[in-house]
């Protein structure tokens, strides 16, 4: 019986926790990479960067077309530039990241005891491995910003306990994360400020921020022409009155950016006032950008710099609570169903619902085979020049030379006028889902809209450099660099009135059945400013495609015959088209990768086509 008078290790415990978060959390975003679930590009952004620069030290990304820092100026980058040589893959990139996000635990626990027993300071710390946000940070993608998060909060643990120096060297490397992280250094100024500390506790953190903030974009500046591209999301403020900006911060995205933001806590931060100073820099951050604050927010990395001041501000609420400093202290520690309640939001619903949870359990039970995808694109050789799309990126990424097919297709580079540059691909994966995202993506957005569908021929034009179609899936195209290039799609002036199946006012089809194909011929009467789609559907797949992949129907003349293909498969017997107009947009979804969301308005009957 002696084994239970044993002093209680709270110190394993925590290092348990932590390491089993790992453990657990590396092992979904490895399920979720072979799924080909990473799909927002930034995974594909980042591996493509380290792997360049174990070859040469320098962070250049082919699939952006510059070097990284034009985007955000990140120098502790080189810190995991030697952890990334010895594995370099897109899945060493997604541990470290659980490890970050898994670490943030210890600060918590540090800045627990200056108030709690050791108990409740490990319960604290392991409380953190089940919030939602940090789910969510670490299923989207992989940033370098969620390390800002345990650094921010030694920092506060070094003001709590007056050493100076300290305190200074972590707002310094914090800093250093990358150039926005100076909106929640500017918030210790604020809370230094407020507690009238002596001067050089708020003068450090007000002259670290802004001055590293200048110097960070003057870099940025230096690795791109023209200057951050970001300041898109703030040029409306100049176009705008001070009416619409006004009514800007009222929009319901932002409310529910802060109403989640709170739910993450259990509303602990509301009970420390004067702590939730140290958000009001990236909470000015995202109010004053056109895109405002919405669920995006809680769901993503972008949730990072609000983090450390909601944590200190519960860590402080909680306290307050327990000495009975609220008129809630009373309720909470005497009502013994409101605490249990309270205890089931933070264990069940909020992991579940406000994070990835219920959505991870749903992938699993969607789980699909990928293994003909992976052996395809393993036969290509780790020399070879690539271009592909969304979801094929990351697993292909790791390659001197990768260009992304979105960017080929507007010819831009991100927010900017600049051309879109890259090498000449060896190879060209296209995931025909694409297309559905373009019409989504582009069309919808403020900055892209000029650019679609105008540049529809960017990418017929590379492609008609001599490429042949190797492969062909609803799911996956290979095309290879080639002598003979293959005659996809094509358009022509008709001469004969012989196309017996109208299935729209304007348009008729014609088809033929060759080997493994579909030969589809869609005869254009008249213009009507549609972008039409087709819903196909057959005994192994339904999908969503665009009636010619490479010129939109917004762009069809009339009297032209417009030519394309599909793949048939030995197991299809029959399959049926459905023309649709499409309205949507793009979302995360369950384990926070991107999805289509789409509304259909079904054009005339349907197509039954028999397949011999």
Same mark, same amino acid.
């Given at each position: ?8 290790? @709270? ?23 072979? %799924? ?8 594909? =952004? ?17 699939? %952006? ?6 985007? !955000? ?18 899945? +060493?990139?997604?541990?470290? #990241? ?44 992989? !940033? ?12 506060? @643990? ?20 990358? *150039? ?13 400020? @407020?507690?009238? &500390? ?16 200048? =110097? ?14 970001? #300041?898109?999301?703030y040029q409306w403020l100049i176009e705008s009155s001070l009416w619409k900006i006004f009514l800007h911060f009222f929009a319901i995205g932002n409310f529910e950016m802060v109403l989640g933001l709170l739910l993450a806590f259990i509303f602990l931060p509301i009970f420390a006032k004067k702590y939730l100073l140290l958000l009001i820099g990236p909470l000015t951050q995202f109010l004053l ?29 909680? !306290? ?9 202290? &009373? ?47 393993? *036969? ?49 994966? =296209? ?29 017929? #034009? ?24 293959? #005659?996809?799609? @094509? ?21 033929? !059945?060759? &080997? ?6 869609? &005869? ?10 087709? %819903?196909?559907?057959?005994?192994? +797949? ?18 032209y015959i417009y030519h394309s293909l599909l793949p048939v498969t030995l197991e299809d017997k029959q399959m049926e088209l459905q023309l649709m107009t499409i309205k949507g947009n793009i979302e995360l979804d369950g384990w926070r990768g991107i999805k289509n969301s789409i509304h259909i308005t079904p054009i005339g009957e349907s197509i039954h086509i028999e397949i011999n």
């Amino acid at each position: 019986m002696k084994i239970f008078n044993k002093k209680i290790n @709270y110190t394993a415990i925590l290092w348990l926790g932590i390491v089993s978060y790992i453990l657990l959390l590396a092992g979904i975003c490895w399920y979720k990479y072979s %799924q080909f679930g990473y799909n927002a590009l930034d995974l594909a =952004i980042y591996n493509n960067a380290f792997f360049n620069a174990t070859l040469n030290g320098n962070f250049w990304s082919s699939i %952006q077309g510059h070097h990284y820092f034009a985007d !955000h100026f990140e120098p502790l980058l080189y810190l995991f530039l030697p952890l990334y040589w010895l594995w370099k893959s897109p899945l +060493n990139l997604l541990i470290l #990241q659980s490890i970050i996000i898994a670490s943030i635990a210890l600060p918590i626990y540090k800045i627990s005891t200056l108030w709690f027993n050791k108990k409740i300071a490990t319960l604290l710390a392991l409380i953190w491995l089940i919030n939602p946000l940090a789910w969510n940070m670490n299923l989207y993608e992989w !940033h370098l910003l969620p390390l800002a998060i345990p650094l921010l909060l030694m920092a506060f @643990y070094f003001y709590e306990k007056k050493y100076f120096w300290s305190y200074l060297l972590f707002i310094f490397i914090a800093l250093l994360v990358r *150039e926005d992280v100076a909106v929640a250094v500017f918030g210790f100024f604020l809370l230094a400020l @407020y507690e009238k &500390k002596s001067w050089r506790w708020w003068f450090a953190p007000f002259a670290l921020s802004g001055g590293y903030f200048l =110097i960070a974009n003057y870099f940025i500046h230096f690795w791109q022409t023209g200057g951050s591209r970001f #300041q898109v999301y703030y040029q409306w403020l100049i176009e705008s009155s001070l009416w619409k900006i006004f009514l800007h911060f009222f929009a319901i995205g932002n409310f529910e950016m802060v109403l989640g933001l709170l739910l993450a806590f259990i509303f602990l931060p509301i009970f420390a006032k004067k702590y939730l100073l140290l958000l009001i820099g990236p909470l000015t951050q995202f109010l004053l950008g056109e895109p405002g604050g919405s669920n995006l927010i809680v769901d993503t990395h972008y949730a990072s710099l609000f983090i450390p001041g909601l944590i200190i501000a519960s860590i402080y609420g909680l !306290h307050n609570i327990s000495t009975k400093k609220t008129p809630i202290s &009373k309720i909470i520690f005497f009502d013994k169903k409101l605490s249990f309640l309270i205890i089931a939001v933070i264990l069940i619903y909020l992991p579940l619902f406000l994070g990835p949870g219920w959505g991870i359990i749903k992938k699993t039970l969607e789980s699909n085979n990928t293994n003909w995808q992976k052996k395809l694109l393993n *036969e290509i050789p780790t020399e070879a020049s690539i271009a592909a799309g969304y979801k094929y990126l990351p697993y292909i990424s790791s390659r001197k030379n990768v260009a992304s097919l979105h960017y080929i297709f507007i010819g831009k580079q991100q927010f900017s006028d600049l051309p879109y540059t890259y090498t000449q691909p060896d190879f060209i994966l =296209i995931d025909p889902q694409d297309f559905l995202t373009y019409a989504l993506q582009f069309s919808n957005s403020k900055f892209y809209k000029s650019f679609y569908p105008a540049n529809f021929t960017n990418l017929e #034009q590379l492609l008609s450099q001599n490429y042949e179609l190797t492969y062909f899936h609803p799911e996956l195209m290979i095309w290879k660099k080639s002598q003979i290039s293959s #005659q996809f799609e @094509y358009s022509e002036p008709f001469v004969t009135n012989n196309y017996t199946q109208q299935i729209a006012d304007n348009i008729y089809l014609d088809f033929s !059945h060759e &080997k493994n194909l579909l030969h589809l011929a869609w &005869k254009y009467i008249k213009k009507d400013d549609k972008n039409y789609f087709m %819903q196909v559907s057959t005994s192994q +797949n339904e999908y969503i495609r665009p009636l010619s992949f490479f010129t939109s129907s917004l762009l069809w003349q009339e009297n032209y015959i417009y030519h394309s293909l599909l793949p048939v498969t030995l197991e299809d017997k029959q399959m049926e088209l459905q023309l649709m107009t499409i309205k949507g947009n793009i979302e995360l979804d369950g384990w926070r990768g991107i999805k289509n969301s789409i509304h259909i308005t079904p054009i005339g009957e349907s197509i039954h086509i028999e397949i011999n």
